[in-house]
């Protein structure tokens, strides 16, 4: 999975909103282990974004690891006049896909769950988006987050294929 990743300390504010938390055990000889899982999305809303796990003992503990993983793995994305996506892509994560289609001006975020998390912090305003497979909330935010990273601008085709902007639109 290749990302373009970027610092946080270049970016202005970051927010943060956590997706899930959850408490999970692990069994051992004296008995069970319980902690908390915590799966948080920190962005910019002006096209940074980034997912992170924590597990820790404690709610907060587990919320913070989960915010500083994400701040590690925010990836860049390119966005139309729209502030939507510059083309329809379908992102994929373990058995988690997820459709992220363009969307005209007054659309919205037509999404669910942990999706609509995501492109509000990234700072899309139109999109629609369709959850295929699992429906798995780490694995469709990280699908999500995978959709969105390998979007292209239409400037970067032109110049892949060797033709103008105007040609690759019409």
């Known amino acids: 999975m290749v990302r373009n990743i970027i610092n946080p300390a270049e970016l202005g504010e970051l927010f943060s909103d956590t997706i899930a938390i959850k408490r999970v055990s ?9 902690s908390i899982a915590a ?26 690891k989960a915010t500083d993983d994400a701040k590690k793995h925010l ?17 994929k994560y373990s058995s988690a896909s997820i459709l992220l289609k363009r969307a005209p001006e007054g ?13 509000e912090l990234a700072g899309i305003r139109n999109i629609r988006t369709k959850s295929l497979g699992s429906n798995n909330k780490t694995n469709v935010a990280l699908a999500t ?9 239409p400037e970067d085709v032109a110049r892949n294929r060797g033709k103008s902007v105007e040609g690759i639109r019409a």
């Open 26 to 34: 692990k069994t051992t000889k004296g008995g069970r282990v319980m």
């Open 39 to 64: 799966l948080v999305v920190v962005g910019d809303k002006n096209g940074h974004v980034g997912v992170g796990t924590g597990k820790a003992k404690e709610n907060g503990e587990a919320i913070r």
């Open 75 to 91: 990836v860049s994305i390119c966005l139309d006049e729209n502030a939507s996506v510059t083309h329809d892509y379908i992102g």
């Open 107 to 119: 659309t919205g975020i037509i999404a669910g769950g942990p999706a609509r998390k995501v492109c």
């Open 145 to 153: 987050i995978e959709g969105l990273s390998k979007l292209k601008s």
